[in-house]
């Protein structure tokens, strides 16, 4: 027990910088042109008239172009340029398409609380292995979608991992969380948080305290040498 009690204490102290500059750059940070390791960064902040009726999904299609991306938009959509794309970003039905374009990816359903109006915070972030978040709860559901990496997200009811590219994960709003990159190679990410307008999309917390399940996902990895996506 000893070596592995060790190396958990060497992984805290290796992302422990990174929750700390994350904690004085919450989401409202804007996203530079430069992508590099560090914080999410917020790329859009859209605000909704209304939601479409019955369950909502996040879309994701890739376009070549950010006219052909707009002239493919609807009310709930918002175009974004990451990690060298022009993305179109929807909150519609599960069967909706754009009329043009590459779907990527259909996120859901999120599990969306009444509200009087709505908004849509589009982030992106690169993580490298071992680096988190700081600890936050959200006002709304978040659901995130990963280009490469492997994921881990730890709540007091237990761990989430997703592995590899193309993969999504939701989460309701509520339960204080901590999201970690675990795996061999960097993690690439989109993520949405459609939170009621009124109050504020992510809040910063210390009253909970994660019991490390990330980390020794994370430890697991690099014991058995895990391939990269």
């Not at 359903?109 to 978040?133: C, K, N, Q």
């Not at 009253?207 to 990330?214: A, D, N, S, V």
């Not at 697991?220 to 996506?229: E, H, L, Q, T, Y």
């Amino acid at each position: 027990m000893r070596p592995v009690f060790f190396a958990l204490v060497a992984i805290a102290i290796v992302t422990w910088p990174s929750r700390a500059r994350a904690r004085s750059q919450a989401t409202a940070r804007l996203c530079e042109a430069v992508e590099a390791p560090g914080p999410a960064c917020l790329l859009a902040h859209h605000q909704l008239s209304s939601l479409p009726a019955g369950q909502i999904f996040w879309h994701l299609d890739r376009f070549g172009s950010t006219s052909a991306a707009q002239a493919a938009a609807q009310a709930d959509s918002v175009v974004i340029s990451g990690f060298g794309l022009i993305w179109l970003f929807t909150l519609a039905r599960k069967a909706w398409r754009p009329k043009s374009g590459e779907h990527v990816a259909t996120v859901g359903p999120l599990p969306v609380p009444p509200a009087r109006r709505y908004t849509a915070e589009y982030l992106r972030s690169i993580f490298d292995p071992g680096m988190s978040a700081p600890l936050h709860v959200h006002s709304g559901p978040e659901a995130f979608f990963a280009l490469s990496g492997d994921t881990c997200l730890e709540t007091p009811g237990g761990v989430r991992t997703v592995r590899g590219s193309g993969e999504g994960l939701v989460i309701a709003a509520g339960p204080p969380m901590l999201l970690m990159a675990i795996g061999k190679v960097p993690r690439r990410g989109f993520a949405l948080i459609l939170h009621d307008s009124d109050r504020p999309a992510t809040t910063l917390m210390q009253t909970w305290h994660p019991t490390g399940l990330c980390a020794r996902r994370l430890l697991a990895d690099r014991v058995r040498g895990r391939p990269g996506n």
